[in-house]
Nanobody, 125 residues
Framework: EVHLVESGGGLVQPGGSLRLSCAASGFTFINYAMSWVRQAPGKGLEWVSGISSGGDSTSDADSVKGRFTISRDNAKNTLYLQMNSLKPKDTAVYYC??????????????????WGQGTQVTVSS
């Protein structure tokens, strides 16, 4: 059974940093691309960042480009999101998502088949 468990969220001041982790189990992690998506209060899901199965290619939404960095450790079956220069508009529940493919890590929700339970990130002074 596939499990994705996020951690690392919390309350941070504007301009601060957080590192999210997603521990994966129940599938061969190295075979699949992964992404982070988020949902702000009262809004729909927003794709944030994605990474290929091997970790050699990434893509970011314009809203986080230059501030967030996605990475993965295939030996540890773990996905990461380093978030710097955080802004109040980054406040959301952050989810990791497993792609159905090794090569797709974009914003199309239909190409993902599992999501974690989410971790809350709140950016406020």
């Amino acid at each position: 059974e596939v499990h994705l468990v996020e951690s690392g969220g919390g309350l941070v001041q504007p301009g601060g940093s957080l590192r999210l982790s997603c521990a994966a189990s129940g599938f061969t992690f190295i075979n699949y691309a992964m992404s982070w998506v988020r949902q702000a209060p009262g809004k729909g899901l927003e794709w944030v960042s994605g990474i290929s199965s091997g970790g050699d290619s990434t893509s970011d939404a314009d809203s986080v480009k230059g501030r967030f960095t996605i990475s993965r450790d295939n030996a540890k079956n773990t996905l990461y999101l380093q978030m710097n220069s955080l802004k109040p508009k980054d406040t959301a529940v952050y989810y990791c998502a497993k792609s159905k493919f090794a090569w797709y890590y974009g914003p199309d929700r239909d190409k993902y088949d599992y999501w974690g339970q989410g971790t809350q990130v709140t950016v406020s002074s």
